[in-house]
T-cell receptor, first 116, second 110 residues
Framework: GAVVSQHPSWVICKSGTSVKIECRSL??????MFWYRQFPKQSLMLMAT?????????EQGVEKDKFLINHASLTLSTLTVTSAHPEDSSFYIC????????????FGPGTRLLVL | GEDVEQSLFLSVREGDSSVINCTYT??????LYWYKQEPGAGLQLLTY?????DMKQDQRLTVLLNKKDKHLSLRIADTQTGDSAIYFC??????????FGKGTMLLVSP
């Protein structure tokens, strides 16, 4: 149980376009989802926390107008990278937490974004 | 902000035990975690320990926590080549978010 999927697994886009990444909890309801960013050989950096039905809470230094997060249902959160630039190229990973099992986050397989 | 430190690299032979160490600074940590990341993949939760525990064992994995020294370790017994991956230590602090270390690359040679 506790499977989280992400789509797409990788995406290549031109500079200036927008890219949407989906994160789904497949077998549980995720009251909270998290979006992380990981640069090569680096740790995961939390970008934002989203609770179903409310606005996301962004970490310091993360532009909310650039990284739009929507958590419209208990099984789906989306991250849209707007007007992507090469420096946005990274590995984006989401995680999900149930309302009951507060101590555990289940991670998706990640989405690799390359902006040309 | 809070900080989590890990050694970057560990190399062991197949069949040996591996010990990956981690230190953290957040004195209000409630849970501490070990995640495994294989190349190009997301994070797989291996195990976690509540901050009022000293030790937790789960099959080949043993987690030791020294809360006084803010030191966490992960021991993998009988290490296999399939254990080669990056291992992340993470702590959950007062705001319920996770702070990750930079990861320890474990290389297991035959």
């Amino acid at each position: 149980g506790a499977v989280v999927s992400q789509h797409p697994s990788w995406v290549i886009c031109k500079s200036g376009t927008s890219v949407k990444i989906e994160c789904r909890s497949l077998d549980f309801q995720a009251t909270t989802m998290f979006w992380y960013r990981q640069f090569p050989k680096q740790s995961l950096m939390l970008m934002a926390t989203s609770n179903e039905g409310s606005k996301a809470t962004y970490e310091q230094g993360v532009e909310k107008d650039k990284f739009l997060i929507n958590h419209a249902s208990l099984t789906l959160s989306t991250l849209t990278v707007t007007s992507a630039h090469p420096e946005d190229s990274s590995f984006y990973i989401c995680s999900a937490r149930t309302g009951i099992e507060q101590e555990t986050q289940y991670f998706g397989p990640g989405t690799r974004l390359l902006v040309l | 902000g809070e900080d989590v430190e890990q050694s970057l690299f560990l190399s062991v032979r197949e069949g040996d035990s591996s010990v990956i160490n981690c230190t953290y600074t957040d004195s209000s940590s409630t849970y501490l975690y070990w995640y495994k990341q294989e190349p190009g993949a997301g994070l797989q939760l291996l195990t976690y320990i509540f901050s009022n525990m000293d030790m937790k064992q789960d099959q080949r994995l043993t987690v030791l926590l020294n809360k006084k020294d803010k030191h966490l370790s992960l021991r993998i017994a009988d290490t296999q080549t399939g254990d080669s991956a990056i291992y992340f230590c993470a702590e959950k602090g007062g705001y319920s978010t996770l702070t990750f270390g930079k990861g320890t690359m474990l290389l297991v040679s035959p």
